[in-house]
């Protein structure tokens, strides 16, 4: 089964837009948090999870990053109802 990708955020006419509570509001078994600095790894990490659940069959959504699409917010597992997110503040990876 293919992944599906998409945005939590994005610019609008009006202001921007989040979504992000909607993600962490949602019933998960599982939730891994993941914090660090930029380029320390924590987006190949949930591609890697994420590689390796779909080789399993599995059904997978990557969150990119509203602010640069190579980064990913989060790998959200369907079928075992777990997600791994990136809890590091945007403000903080800027500085």
């Given at each position: 089964?293919?992944?599906?990708y998409?945005?939590?955020?994005?610019?609008?006419?009006?202001?921007?837009?989040?979504?992000?509570?909607?993600?962490?509001?949602g019933r998960?078994?599982?939730?891994?948090?993941?914090?660090?600095?930029?380029?320390c790894?924590?987006?190949?990490?949930?591609?890697r999870v994420g590689?390796?659940?779909?080789?399993?069959?599995?059904?997978?959504v990557?969150?990119?990053?509203?602010?640069?699409?190579?980064p990913?917010?989060a790998?959200?597992?369907?079928?075992r109802?777990?997600?791994?997110?990136?809890?590091?503040?945007r403000?903080?990876?800027?500085?």
């Open positions: 089964m293919k992944p599906v998409f945005f939590l955020g994005a610019n609008s006419e009006e202001a921007f837009s989040r979504f992000y509570d909607q993600l962490l509001g998960l078994d599982d939730l891994t948090i993941l914090k660090g600095g930029p380029g790894g924590k987006s190949t990490f949930m591609r590689a390796a659940m779909e080789r399993a069959g599995e059904r997978i990557y969150i990119n990053c509203s602010g640069d699409p190579i990913l917010d790998a959200i597992f369907l079928d109802n777990a997600a791994i997110v990136d809890g590091t503040s403000m903080a990876q800027h500085h």
